[in-house]
């Protein structure tokens, strides 16, 4: 998972506004996921991945 990891922390360096990014694979889980430090959701995690799962 460490690439997973690589590649939403070059996302998050890239765009300053991102708070939450995550990856997830055909089924809508969640492989990988990651939020600013100091930042609270604004959404559950929980909550999160319910659209993912549905598409």
Do not use: H, Q
């Amino acid at each position: 998972m460490e690439k997973y990891e690589r590649l939403l922390n070059m996302l998050m360096d890239f765009n300053s506004d991102m708070r939450f990014a995550a990856v997830c694979d055909k089924n809508g889980g969640i492989l990988w996921n990651t939020k600013r430090n100091n930042v609270k959701n604004m959404v559950p995690l929980s909550d999160t991945k319910k659209p993912f799962k549905e598409l």
